[in-house]
């Protein structure tokens, strides 16, 4: 949260695991019961003189993120505190490279050099080490690579990870391996020009063959974990995402999904937003039937993908961007993983049968 290492707009949009985990789950930092006596006063000017190594940006940030409640809610900056506000601050501190234990975890390295990596993420890793996680994320497996391939713990920079995706989802990361290509990298990600596609299995049969969604997003209000759409106002921050289809299935669809902002679980929360959330999204409604039928052999037919795919249906596919050395721009692409590509052959069959099925019922009639 309020942390002079923080980069704004680095973190790609997918994350923190249930899913707060990767950076760290919010925890409470400081806690204020307003004075009887408290002249009414913005709250971000009262927590200026409350808050160690705080700017008045910041804090504005921070309470447009929901990392600043007031009386159990969320306010904007330009709320006046009142005699016995009560006052809660959190905040996520993302671990340092030099800071978390090396562990010895296999890594599927597509690219790297003296600059960067490009790793491809499995499915079931947590990023970044926080509550609950603090070890066998992707920064202990990138500690103990980077510290065999000897280089000085000192010099890597303080967050290596530019951008992140969820523990449950799968694909490319891009990690710096020195403070000036992170700053590059970091900038890359603020201007919206790094290549980022994504495959997408949703529920339901989307209108149209390619669309945008738009909506701010910020945290829930009522339940910290999770993202929520903000279509009006100036709550949250934010969120384009565009879709183009790439095949049917009746039930669900197979989208590409190609995010012009990264915020945290912004595939997710859109999906959901427009009624089409990742199949077997838990987190956000889609591990249960969402579009079909109510006979039993569909209903086993579900199951049985959700038990080879438990997790959200989404996989970064495609990163591109202009490297931070060389000037010229580079791209990589990954292919589906096995449960997800399983799951979408299942359902492929599963849709040409009940089409070949509909079609001698016609022929019948």
Known sequence: MINDNDIEGTWDDDEPEEETQDTGAPVERLRIIANKKQDPLRIDKYLLVRLEGATRNKVQQALDEGFIIVNG????????????????????????????????????????????????????????PGCGNYTGT???????????????????PRVGLVHRIDKDTSGL???????????????????????????????????????????????????????????????????ITHYRVLE???????????????????????????????????????NTIVKGTVFTKYKQFVENCLKILPRQALHAKELGFTHPVTGEWIQFTSELPDDLQQVIDKWRTYTKGMNRQLRERMGDG
Do not use: C
């Open 138 to 156: 992707l920064v202990n497996a990138l500690a103990y690579y980077l510290h065999n391939e000897h280089i000085d713990p000192e010099t890597l």
């Open 173 to 239: 990361v891009v990690i710096a391996k020195t403070s000036e290509a992170m700053t590059n990298l970091a900038a890359q990600f603020k201007a919206h020009t790094v290549h980022r596609r994504y495959a997408a299995l949703v529920w339901g049969d989307v209108e149209g063959e390619e669309g945008t969604i738009t909506g701010n997003i910020a945290r829930n209000l009522r339940f910290r974990k999770i993202m929520d759409v903000f279509p009006e106002g100036d709550h949250g921050k934010e969120a």
């Open 248 to 286: 049917r299935f009746n039930y669900v669809t197979l989208l590409e999904m190609r995010l012009e902002t990264g915020r945290t679980h912004q595939i997710r929360v859109h999906m959901r937003y427009k009624g089409h959330p990742l199949f077997g999204d838990a987190t956000y409604g889609g």
């Open 73 to 128: 809610g969320m306010v904007k900056s330009n709320y006046r505190v009142k005699p016995e506000d009560e006052i809660i601050v959190y905040e996520t501190r993302k671990a340092e490279l030099n800071e978390v234990l090396p562990e010895n975890i296999p890594l599927d390295v597509v690219y790297e050099d003296d600059a960067l990596m490009i790793v491809n993420k499995k499915p079931g890793m947590v990023v970044h």
